[in-house]
């Protein structure tokens, strides 16, 4: 698929976002007064722009609404509706720490629904067949490692950081390997596709059609070996073991800074080889293997 920026902004700083607001909302860090207010405006920063990135990628932005109508079968809808009430009970949680208090109900009903949002967020691509890389367990699990491991950086947390960064970088690299054979292991060809024959007997005799369209532009999406294989390497080095290593340091401004620019550069990097290795299904249709 095609690798929108708008996407990538989106799952990268609301899953930061999300993953803060549970550390917030178990009470890690314990603040309150003006402190608190400062990291309930940053986790509300990163999900709120998150999510308004998100937005752009809509062909209508107007009609972003109607994405929380459908919740009893979309998972878009789902997540629209979760991270609603997740903003709103961290909100009041954020209010009652500015006064100087943190009701357990409104921190644990927050951080729960963040981890249910950035889930929600990941079942979108794990649910459609029609991409088979995306199509496992190995998606949702590491939208929430990474999530989480992007809010123990951001709430000071170095140990469970460097911990909670370890296993996302087993779970992206579980996530490659398996991924890579995915498409194979479906069977599916153009005969499979049309019904026409099986599984080498049919060939595209010339493309549906003369120019570009929307499925050409989003769905059908090549990237070199060596590109893929360099941004792996940047999402594991970036993302992964650099900050892992900061947060064993005495963690303090010097260390936490770095470690959490360097961890959301490369989850870009990996959320941009996300989208552009997912081999969709229709591209079957335009001469695909």
């Not at 919740?71 to 979760?82: I, V």
């Not at 009652?96 to 009701?103: E, K, Q």
Request: glycine fraction near 12%; hydrophobic fraction near 55%.
């Amino acid at each position: 698929m095609h690798p929108a920026p708008s996407l990538i902004a989106f799952t990268v700083l609301s899953g930061a976002g999300f993953g803060l607001m549970v550390f917030l909302g178990l009470g890690l860090p314990a603040a309150t007064g003006w402190t608190a207010a400062l990291w309930h405006a940053l986790a509300f920063a990163l999900a709120g722009g998150g999510l308004v990135a998100s937005t752009l990628h809509l062909g209508h932005p107007e009609r972003a609404l109607l994405a929380f109508t459908q919740w009893r079968s979309s998972w878009l809808s789902r997540e629209a509706c979760l991270a609603v009430a997740t903003l709103a009970i961290m909100a009041l949680h954020g209010l009652a720490a500015l006064l100087g208090h943190r009701p357990p109900i409104f921190g644990a009903l927050g951080a729960g629904l963040a981890l249910s949002t950035v889930t929600a967020t990941a079942m979108i691509y794990a649910q459609l067949r029609s991409v088979p890389r995306w199509h496992h367990w190995t998606v949702p699990a590491l939208f929430v490692a990474l999530s989480l491991s992007g809010g123990a950086l951001l709430s000071g947390h170095g140990p469970a950081a460097a911990a909670l960064l370890i296993l996302a970088g087993a779970l992206m690299l579980a996530h490659w390997r398996i991924g890579d054979g995915a498409f194979a292991r479906t069977r599916s060809s153009p005969g499979t596709a049309t019904g026409l024959g099986p599984h080498d007997t049919v060939r595209l005799f010339e493309r549906p059609h003369t120019g570009d369209n929307y499925l050409t532009r989003e769905m059908v999406f090549t990237v070199a070996r060596r590109r893929a294989g360099a941004l792996r390497a940047v999402a594991l080095t970036l993302g992964i073991a650099a900050p892992a290593l900061l947060a064993l340091l005495p963690f303090g401004a010097w260390t936490l800074v770095p470690a959490v620019a360097l961890h959301l550069t490369g989850i870009a990097a990996q959320r941009w080889l996300f989208f552009a290795q997912a081999e969709h299904m229709v591209g079957l249709y335009y001469g695909r293997s």
